[in-house]
């Protein structure tokens, strides 16, 4: 029997039931004999502790042995050798610096694709996203609808009505840009559609006006 | 008959005293400094702001129930006013009806639904916003002028020297005699009314979505005027002078770039499906 196979049989031997080869292993190898000392400790120990008590330093002295020679817990550094990533380098070696080198380099590539001009779109593509746009600003728009039906009633309608005509502008315009994405005006026309539209927001939602 | 008669009166008296009772006019008075602001929030009933000729800030207040409460405070050279609505009311019985006198260089917000919202004589910043009052402002100068409506008509008259900044989704917007540095006005459905000269320096933006546009400009008038109408239509009863060299695309009948005189004022009329129409006066 290893040192490392006593070690995975220890529960049964804490629990009193060991084998023969466990007992033998354990006449030879002294390591593995005064584990097994230290924790037989620190159960009796534990055993005698009261609720409010705390245990005696040679509880917590065993328990830090055992843990050694685990290898669950290291004498600290020296001062000037501090590893970047150290659990991960002892854990996996060189291969450890490949999950924050894959980050540097998919962090770059991002910051590179990003500043790189628009690559034109497959016109579906567009449609689909302008439809998604759409949709979210009817959501809003129902959502709007539905506070003001609650806050004022009385005017719901005719602001369900200039939001109607509203967002025709705003797809007017924007039809306009798409056709013309070079002209200034049109441009200048989708932004007074928006600016419109903030109107109806602004007053709508401007909590001193019922 | 005449017992007839005397009732109706008798009841006709009992109503006018009954009404005059509910009323009830308060007045406010505040020492401000120069540049001070005024502010004033009244969801139903109209606000009328004159300048006051001195340091001094007016408030005349009508409150026709007890459905309503005039909030009122100073801070410093800053006046707040708010007309309060409390528990049952409605905007019949929660109307109040503002008179204020405020030094001509005050800066002045006023908030409504339902107004009308009135403003005269005035050379400090004016903001005015309503859902659906009438707003009026004249002979302002100087200041800058910003309207925001969802529906309300709007009538600028006699505006010069300052900016002006109008939004009104649908109501009729109507500029008689004004000018300034930058002059906007943006509607989605709403008319748009220019009567004047355009001034002789300045920015001029009028631009509707389905609105029609029509600006009537006497023959001294100098200014290049950029026409665009997507699918409306334009009439020129000017006769513009072409402008060959333009960065706007020009298409017979839907846009169209003219000068009269000096060109000294730069002004765009823009509309995607109302009409544009440049008369002479």
């Known amino acids: ?210 | 008959m005449q017992r007839g008669q005397a009732l109706m009166l008798t009841l006709a008296i009992l109503v006018m005293v009954a009404a005059a009772a509910a009323e009830n006019r308060k007045e406010y008075r505040f020492t401000v400094g120069p540049g001070c602001t005024v502010s004033i929030t009244n969801q139903y009933g109209s606000i009328q702001v004159r300048p006051s000729g001195a340091n001094l800030v007016v408030v005349s207040a009508t409150v026709y129930s007890d459905k309503v409460e005039v909030d009122q405070n100073q801070s410093g050279n800053r006046v707040d006013l708010e007309s309060h609505l409390l528990r049952g009311a409605t905007p019949e019985n929660a109307r109040v009806d503002y008179e204020v006198l405020v030094p001509s260089d005050a800066a002045v917000t006023l908030r409504s639904t339902s107004g009308p919202l009135r403003a005269e004589k005035l050379q400090g910043d004016l903001d005015l916003e309503s859902a659906s009052a009438i707003v009026e402002v004249r002979d302002l100068s100087n200041g800058h002028l910003r309207v925001k409506t969802l529906n309300g008509p709007v009538t600028l008259t006699n505006v010069h020297d300052g900016f002006v900044d109008v939004d009104s989704v649908s109501g009729e917007v109507r500029l008689i005699s004004v000018t300034g540095r930058l002059v906007k006005v943006t509607s989605t459905t709403g008319a748009i009314l220019y009567d004047g000269d355009f001034g002789y320096t300045g920015n001029y933006q009028l631009s509707s979505h389905s609105g029609d546009i029509e600006a009537t400009i006497p023959q001294d008038t100098s200014a290049e005027v950029q026409m665009q109408s997507v699918r409306g239509h334009l009439e020129d009863d000017v006769h513009l002078a072409p402008k060959a060299h333009t960065s706007m695309t020009q298409k017979a009948g839907s846009s169209f770039v003219g000068t009269i005189n000096k060109a000294a004022s730069l002004v765009s009329l823009k509309t995607f499906s109302g009409k544009i129409h440049l008369k002479k006066r």
């Open chain 1, 1 to 210: 029997m290893t040192c490392a196979e006593l070690r995975r049989e220890l529960p049964e031997l804490l629990e009193g039931d060991p084998s023969a080869k466990l007992q033998a292993h354990l006449v030879g190898c002294g390591a593995c004999s005064e584990l097994v000392r230290n924790l037989e400790t620190i159960i009796r120990e534990a055993r005698s502790l009261q609720a409010c008590e705390e245990p005696s330093p040679r509880v917590w002295n065993s328990i830090e042995i055992a843990l050694r020679q685990e290898g669950l817990i290291r004498q600290p550094e020296p001062k000037g050798r501090a590893a970047f990533v150290p659990s991960l380098a002892r854990r996996w070696g060189v291969a450890a610096w490949l999950v924050p080198s894959a980050a540097l380099v998919l962090v770059g590539a991002f910051l590179i694709v990003g500043r790189q001009p628009r690559v034109e779109q497959l016109p579906g593509a567009e449609s689909r996203a302008r439809v998604q746009v759409t949709s979210r600003v009817d959501v809003t728009d129902q959502q709007l609808l539905e506070q003001l039906a609650l806050d004022a009633p009385l005017m719901k309608a005719a602001y369900e009505k200039e939001l109607n005509n509203v967002n025709e502008y705003i797809r007017d315009a924007q039809n306009l840009v798409d056709e013309n994405p070079n002209d200034e005006g049109a441009r200048q026309s989708l932004m007074d559609a928006y600016g419109q539209k903030a109107v109806i927001y602004q007053l709508a939602l401007d909590r001193s006006l019922p």
